[in-house]
C-alpha cells in the first residue's frame, strides 16, 4: 500500500476592535472587544477583553523539558526568506484542501512557489523554491495588518445575529483519478450521498443562527466527518477493485468546516465595496474548469493512459501558478494572456483531446471536453463550461457557501481583513531534537499545523500562545504583545514533534502527529520523534501603534481577529536525502544549515 495513505479507503476593516478605552500610563495596558474570548477558554462573541499586554507583565512561562542521555540536541535552520516574492494567498491547502479562499485570510507563503489549495504532492515535488537549500516545503502562516482606525464591536455582533452559519467540504470528485467505466456508477452513488450528509447537516445548523455554538459545531461535524470517511473509503476500494488507480490523499478530504461567510455580508459597505479595484500588486491563481469529474467512465485498457493526461493537466495548472509569482511586474498588460494563459490554453487543448481519443478508442468518445482548455486568472469571475461538457459526477449539490472574492485593492484585502500589511523583519526555520532520544526523518508530504485559526467556533482545545517580543523568548501570551523600545512584535510557532510513524495526514489533520509531553519531552505510546518545526516570526511595528492596538492579524469573521487564533501550516517537501541529513544533524548535536 502506498504510503502516502495507510488508511485505504467585514466596513473596509470591519469592526477589528472596540475603541481604546483607556491608556494606562503605568502599563501600556488596552481595554479592546473581540468576537472571541482569547485564551480564556470560552467562546463567547460579546466578550470585552484586554488583548494587548506589555510584554513585562507576562511572567516567564516557557520551561522545556531537561534533555536525558542520547538526547537529540541538534538544530537545522533553513533560509526560505521572508515573502519576498509577494505570494499571498487566502487558500489553506493543510487544514482545507480543495477549497477556493476556503481561509477567509490572507496567508504568507515562503518556501514552495506553486501551491494552492488544490496542489498534488507531484506537482509540489517538481515547484520552484524560496528556500536557499533548494527545500520545496511550504511554510504559509496569516499576515499581520496595521490599521490606524480603530471601531466599535458592536458592528460585529450585529452582523453575527443575522449570519446562519454553513457547512464547507471539499469536493471529493475532483480529486479522483480516472475512474473504470465498470464502476462509474457506484461512485456517482456515493458522491451524490456525500452531498446529501453535508445539507443535512446544514440542515442542523439552522439552529444556531445568530450564534456561535462551538459545542454543536463540533458535534455536527464530528458525525459528518465518520459519515464521510466510509463513504470515502467505499470510493477508493471501488476504484482499486475495478483495476482503476487506487485514489491517495483522500483522507485530506474528510473533513468539513463552519464556514461564518454571512458576516462579511451583514456588515456595513457589504462584503467589498463596489469600488474596491482588483489588485495589479496582488499574486492571482490560474483558475481552469475541473476535467477529472467531466469525464464519463473510462475503459479499463486506456485508464493509465487517461490518468498520465490527467496529471499533465494539474502540472500545466501549477507551472502557470509558479510563473505568476516568479514574473511578477513584467511585459505590459497583455503579458499574462501572452505569455501564460494563451499557452496553457493551447497546452490542455492537447491534453483534452489526447483523453477524449484515448476512451474513443474503446468506448463513445467524450464531447464538450475541449470547452475545459480556456482558464481565467482569480479576479475574474469564473464560469461554467459550455453546453455539450459531460455532466460531472457530483451528485447532487451541496449548501457549501461560494468561495470569498479574491484578494483586492493595494493592501490585498478580503472581507474583514484590511488595512496595510506588514511584511516581516525576519523568519527564522528551525528544525530541532527531542529531549529523550533520537529523530527519525519526516516522511516526504507530511502535513502539519499548529495552533487553531477558530478556537471560537471550534473551541480552544487546540489554540496555542505563539506572541511574544525579541528579548523576552522566556515567555508566550495568548495576547498581543506591547514591546519595550527597540524590541521586535514576535510570533514563536511550535509544531507536533511526534508522529505515528504511518501517515502523511488524518481525518482532522491532527491524529497523526502529536505534541511531545511538556515536563519528559516523550511522544506518546504508539509516536516516534521526528524534527520538532519551530518557526519564529519577527516584525518592525511601531510602539504607537502597539499602543493604540492597531495592528493583528487576519482571522476568520467570527474570530475578529482574536490573538489566540494564530496558527501556522506546513507541509513537508524536502527530499529523502535532505530529510536525512536535517535528523543527522539533529541526532549528532551539531547546528546546521
Not at 490523499?249 to 451583514?266: E, I, K
Not at 495568548?478 to 510513524?501: H, N, T
Request: proline residues 8%; hydrophobic residues 35%; glycine residues 8%.
Amino acid at each position: 500500500m502506498n504510503r502516502r495513505e495507510k488508511q485505504p479507503w467585514l466596513e473596509s476593516r470591519p469592526t477589528r476592535l472596540a475603541l481604546v478605552a483607556a491608556v494606562l500610563a503605568a502599563t501600556a495596558a488596552l481595554t479592546v472587544t473581540f468576537v472571541s474570548s482569547g485564551g480564556k477558554g470560552t467562546a463567547d462573541a460579546a466578550t470585552t477583553l484586554d488583548q494587548y499586554v506589555p510584554i513585562q507583565k507576562v511572567p516567564p512561562n516557557v520551561r522545556g523539558p531537561k534533555p536525558s542521555r542520547g538526547a537529540s540536541t541538534g538544530r537545522f535552520t533553513v533560509d526560505c526568506g521572508t515573502n519576498g516574492n509577494g505570494k499571498f494567498s487566502p487558500d489553506n491547502p493543510v487544514a482545507q484542501p480543495g477549497i477556493r479562499n476556503g481561509a477567509e485570510h490572507l496567508h504568507d507563503f515562503v518556501g514552495n512557489l506553486a501551491i494552492t489549495a488544490n496542489s498534488s504532492d507531484a506537482d509540489l515535488a517538481a515547484s520552484g523554491t524560496t528556500c536557499r537549500n533548494g527545500d520545496r516545503s511550504s511554510y504559509f502562516w496569516p499576515v499581520v495588518r496595521i490599521d490606524r482606525s480603530v471601531r466599535s464591536g458592536s458592528q460585529v455582533r450585529q452582523a453575527l445575529a443575522r449570519t446562519q452559519p454553513v457547512i464547507a467540504c471539499p469536493r471529493v470528485g475532483d480529486r479522483l483519478p480516472a475512474v473504470p467505466a465498470e464502476v462509474r456508477a457506484v461512485v456517482v452513488r456515493r458522491l451524490a450521498e456525500l452531498g446529501r450528509l453535508e445539507a443535512t447537516a446544514n440542515q442542523r445548523m439552522a439552529t444556531s443562527r445568530g450564534r456561535i455554538d462551538a459545542a454543536l459545531n463540533n458535534r455536527i461535524l464530528d458525525g459528518l466527518r465518520s459519515r464521510r470517511a466510509a463513504l470515502i473509503q467505499s470510493i477508493s476500494a471501488s476504484i482499486g477493485t475495478a483495476g482503476g488507480t487506487r485514489p491517495t490523499g483522500l483522507v485530506s478530504l474528510v473533513d468539513c468546516d463552519v464556514s461564518y461567510d454571512g458576516m462579511h455580508a451583514a456588515m456595513p459597505g457589504g462584503s467589498h465595496a463596489a469600488s474596491v479595484q482588483a489588485a495589479r500588486a496582488a499574486t492571482p491563481q490560474v483558475r481552469c474548469p475541473g476535467a477529472r469529474d467531466k469525464l464519463p467512465g473510462v475503459p479499463a485498457p486506456v485508464l493509465a493512459e487517461v490518468n498520465r493526461n490527467l496529471d499533465q493537466l494539474d502540472r500545466q495548472i501549477s507551472e502557470a501558478n509558479e510563473r505568476l509569482v516568479t514574473a511578477r511586474g513584467q511585459g505590459g498588460p497583455d503579458f499574462i494572456d501572452n505569455a501564460i494563459l494563451g499557452p496553457l490554453r493551447a497546452k490542455r487543448s492537447a491534453v483534452l483531446d489526447r483523453i477524449a481519443n484515448a476512451i474513443g478508442r474503446q468506448a463513445a468518445r467524450p464531447h464538450g471536453l475541449d470547452a475545459l482548455a480556456s482558464c481565467i486568472l482569480s479576479r475574474t469571475p469564473a464560469t461554467g463550461p459550455a453546453t455539450g461538457t459531460p455532466a460531472p459526477p457530483s451528485g447532487t449539490p451541496t449548501a457549501s457557501p461560494a468561495p470569498l472574492p479574491d484578494p483586492q485593492g493595494p493592501d490585498l484585502e478580503l472581507p474583514g481583513n484590511t488595512g496595510g500589511i506588514v511584511r516581516p523583519a525576519k523568519v527564522l526555520i528551525e528544525y530541532r531534537g527531542n529531549a529523550t532520544g533520537r529523530v527519525v526523518p519526516m516522511p516526504k508530504f507530511l502535513r502539519e499545523l499548529t495552533g487553531d485559526a477558530k478556537p471560537t467556533s471550534r473551541g480552544p482545545a487546540n489554540a496555542r500562545a505563539t506572541w511574544t517580543c525579541s528579548g523576552f523568548t522566556d515567555r508566550l501570551s495568548d495576547k498581543y504583545p506591547i514591546c519595550p523600545a527597540g524590541s521586535q512584535v514576535q510570533r514563536v510557532q511550535d509544531f507536533p514533534g511526534c508522529w505515528d510513524g504511518r501517515n502523511v495526514d488524518s481525518d482532522n489533520h491532527r491524529r497523526h502527529v502529536a505534541f511531545a509531553d511538556k515536563a519528559t519531552g516523550a511522544c506518546p505510546a504508539g509516536f516516534v520523534a521526528i524534527p520538532q518545526l519551530r518557526i519564529t516570526i519577527s516584525y518592525d511595528i511601531p510602539r504607537d501603534v502597539q499602543v493604540k492596538g492597531q495592528y493583528a492579524l487576519d482571522s476568520f469573521p467570527e474570530e475578529n481577529h482574536n490573538p489566540f487564533s494564530d496558527h501556522n501550516d506546513f507541509v513537508n517537501v524536502n527530499s529523502t536525502r535532505t530529510m536525512q541529513r536535517i535528523a543527522a544533524c539533529i541526532n549528532t548535536g551539531r547546528v546546521c544549515r
